[in-house]
């Protein structure tokens, strides 16, 4: 397995200047920098391989993490054609830099606004259909779509393992994939290994954190039954970590970070934190127990 970290843990924004995150994911031993897809159609093309050569210079893989606004809602009637052409943006990005992999609520918006009213079945429909549109305009880019599961305070599609894998296979197209979150999970899961088997070969892509978002090994999720299940479906691809502690900013708002997580934290001991996390994660996913 890869290992990496999602960007944001550092940042209270979603857009950032990724090249020192890149630098400092490699100098922490990661594999992988997750950054965030929302800055990418604003740059340029010299910023674009700016990117990508200071990933190949630190041998990062670069993978992208997008939530996306209502108005990249592709599942939405109103807002597909708007959002179709802001995705085809965002993966002439993603293929400058190097990035062939995605996740996220790509098939909606996020986070979901639930002061409207919700009409699951009819969106489902629609963002089957949004998904077979996005998957070809993501092929012309080399990008892999993964269908990220989400809690029921965020998104109201997929909720589960066993729905990502019905919407997957519904909307049949072979770069859309299922992705699991640990935090998400432990809440919607009634068995979270058993989860991890029902996605099976369609898991394209597996975010971790803890059940409070803090990193993996600071709370109580089961990584030891997590590993192993990874290790039983033979998965071999991208984990990220996505670990969120700091209040503020428009992260800490959609996150919903109202308390310091560990208080009087320094940088210092937030890096510290990510290159722990990164042994434990190693140790639980990748060892022989
Ligand atoms: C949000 O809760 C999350 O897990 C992110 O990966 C959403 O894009
Ligand atoms: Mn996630």
Redesign the pocket.
């Known amino acids: 397995m890869k290992h990496g970290i999602y960007y944001a843990y550092w940042e209270k924004e979603w857009a950032a200047d990724y090249i020192p995150y890149i630098e400092k994911a490699a100098k922490l031993g990661f594999d992988i920098l997750e950054i965030g897809g929302a800055a990418l159609p604003a740059l340029n093309d010299a910023q674009l391989s700016e990117i990508k050569s200071a990933a190949d210079a630190n041998g990062i893989i670069i993978t992208t ?3 996306p606004a209502p108005a990249h809602d592709v599942g939405c009637l109103e807002t597909r054609e708007g959002a179709l052409e802001w995705y085809r943006k965002m993966f002439y990005g993603m293929e400058k830099i190097g990035s062939n992999v995605i ?3 790509l098939y909606s918006h ?2 979901v606004d639930y002061s409207q009213p919700i009409n699951k079945e009819e969106d489902w429909k629609l963002a089957v259909e949004g998904m077979q549109i996005l998957s070809k305009i993501a092929r012309n880019h080399g990008v892999q779509l993964n269908m ?1 599961s ?2 029921r305070f ?1 998104g109201y599609l997929i909720n589960t393992a066993e729905e990502c894998v019905k919407f997957v296979k519904e909307v049949n197209c072979d770069n859309v994939w299922v992705m699991l ?1 640990t ?2 999970m432990n809440i919607e899961e009634t068995d979270i290994a058993q989860a991890i088997r029902t996605a099976g070969s369609l898991l394209g892509h597996f ?1 971790t954190g803890e059940c409070n978002r803090m990193v993996p090994g600071r709370g109580r999720i089961p990584w030891r039954e997590i590993g192993k299940a990874l290790r039983e479906i033979g998965y071999n691809k991208t984990v990220v970590m ?1 670990p969120f502690v700091n209040t503020g900013g428009q992260v800490g708002s959609d ?1 919903k970070i109202w308390r310091e997580l560990i208080p009087g934290i320094t940088p210092e001991m937030l890096d510290k934190d990510a290159a722990d996390s990164l042994a434990f994660q190693r140790y639980m996913f990748d060892g022989n127990m």
């Open positions: 993490g997008y939530g996740g996220g609520a996020w986070p990220e989400l809690n965020e979150d935090f998400h975010h996505e996150i």
